[in-house]
């Protein structure tokens, strides 16, 4: 038993409090205890922003080391490749070709999605996209960086 003080006014009185029983403490239990549920981390935006920047910061820039970085092509399904991937192809070939080329990003895509090296890419783009090629292929390859990271860490659906 717990015994314990409170004042009203200028008298102290003595309560005495009871210890509960096991059948008390699992029927509060019960009653207090919330199903778990898998909680998830819910980012702030300056979280979410901050670990964008770092995410930014960790993929290379230079080629060599940009075509060495380990790209995880589990993440890289179907959908992430139509979401984000094909429409950002599909601009930059209007932006160097000056016009839409739906075969040739589909071309690219393909090539993407079958996890081809991101030298054999531009090896063949460089045909078409002659001195434009190499920043193309290394804007593209840190887009999937980008992109596989992110979506990995939670930072994008």
């Known amino acids: 038993a717990v015994v ?10 003595k309560m005495k409090l009871s210890v509960p029983t096991e059948a ?10 919330k199903p778990k ?3 998830k981390t819910v980012l702030t935006a300056e979280d979410k922003r901050k670990s964008i920047k770092q995410l930014i ?23 992430l490749m139509e979401r984000r991937v094909r429409s950002w ?29 991101p030298e054999n890419i531009l090896q063949d783009v460089a045909i078409v996209l002659e001195e434009e090629a190499e920043v193309f292929v290394v804007k593209m390859w840190r887009l999937l960086i ?4 992110a979506k990995k860490l939670g930072l994008v659906k």
């Open 89 to 117: 192809i599909s601009k930059k070939i209007v932006e160097y070709i000056g016009e839409e080329e739906p075969s040739l990003c589909g071309f690219i895509c393909s090539k993407v999605l079958a996890k081809s090296s």
């Open 146 to 149: 980008y992109e596989t990271e």
């Open 24 to 33: 008390e403490k699992k029927e509060t239990e019960a009653f207090v205890q």
């Open 37 to 39: 549920v898998e909680e």
């Open 57 to 79: 910061d960790r993929i290379p820039t230079q080629k060599e080391e940009l075509f060495a970085f380990p790209l995880d092509w589990s993440v890289l399904d179907k959908d």
């Open 4 to 13: 314990s003080t409170q004042s009203t006014g200028n008298q102290a009185r």
